[in-house]
């Protein structure tokens, strides 16, 4: 029978494309992952992965081989679930992907509550604004914001992400605080580049209609903090998440305005890879986080 983690291995190198890749997420280096898949390559007699300096893939054997694996790993995976059907026992490595505000302001608590409760439970938390690959990067769970794209990934709605309008009170000192959404191109806004388009702000009446206003500032920045500690500096209105601001808000370092008009609301989906059996640890991760972004 095959060691089950040349199993892992072979399947972390054939989903991250290279032996560095597989080793980065292993925690192992690239030496020992060609040991390990060659290895099972002298075990079975046959040639699973085929490499240059440049490029690797699988054989036609090795591509067929890497789906009995998965397989042979889920089957596992349902078996430890089976074994220990109390939550309490939760236990096993599971890699999440986040958007960063979201990551530092809301999931961090989350994951530190999960370490208190589940010790045998190690989860790996990435930071990034971009959409990963899950399965070429492997990912076992995504936290994504936004309408997702028609896709084979399973998903569930966790949350919803709410935006707020402020600007420090220097500031508001210095121009008009601004009544009504047209009021902002009277003066400056710092352009979020995580919004499409950048420069149309979204806004609803109280009757729920839909609209947008052109805005305009000389400040373009793609990260949350930063943004921030722009509005901090007082260099115009910043359209944001509420979970990046709202401490300030609270403290009185910036200033809501146009509270009366609603702003964006995104959905918060939890994603993972379509397969025929989810493993507890991650059931109770998405869980975690539904409970976490409802409190």
């Known amino acids: 029978m095959p060691d089950l983690l040349n ?15 597989a080793a980065k997420r292993l925690g192992i280096s690239p030496a020992m992952v060609g040991r390990r898949i060659q290895a099972l390559e002298q075990e079975y007699g046959v040639k699973l992965i ?17 789906v009995k694996a998965n397989r042979i790993i889920d089957e596992l995976e349902e078996l430890n679930d089976i074994s220990r059907p109390d939550a309490e026992a939760m236990s096993g490595r599971l890699r ?3 958007p960063t505000t979201l990551g530092i302001k809301r999931l961090a608590p989350v994951m530190a509550e999960l370490a208190e409760r589940h010790p045998a439970l190690s989860v790996e938390l990435n930071l990034s604004d971009r959409n990963v690959d899950l399965v070429a990067e492997g990912y076992d769970l995504a936290i994504r914001i936004g309408e997702l794209k028609p896709s ?70 793609d990260n949350g903090e930063a943004l921030r500690m722009a509005a901090l500096a007082g260099a115009g209105v910043i359209y944001v998440p509420v979970d990046l601001v709202a401490d300030d808000i609270a403290d009185g370092r910036l200033v809501e305005v146009l509270a009366g008009w609603r702003k964006l609301v995104l959905p918060i989906h939890a994603i993972h890879p379509s397969r025929r059996f989810v493993p507890g640890r991650i059931g109770a991760v998405i869980e975690a986080i539904a409970r976490g972004l409802r409190d």
Do not use: K, M
């Open 7 to 21: 199993l892992q291995t072979l399947i972390a190198a054939a989903t991250s494309g290279s032996f560095a890749g």
């Open 50 to 66: 085929e490499r240059t300096t440049r490029t690797q893939r699988l054989t036609e054997v090795g591509s067929r081989f890497l």
């Open 96 to 98: 999440l992907s986040a």
């Open 152 to 221: 084979s990934l399973i998903a569930r709605r966790v949350g919803s992400y709410h935006f707020v309008c402020c600007a420090s009170p220097a500031y508001l000192d210095r121009f008009a605080v601004p009544e009504r959404p047209e009021d902002l191109r009277l003066g400056r806004c710092i352009l979020n580049l995580n919004l499409v388009p950048r420069d149309e702000w979204p806004f609803e009446t109280e009757g729920r209609e839909s609209f947008t206003v052109g805005v305009r500032g000389n400040i373009e920045i």
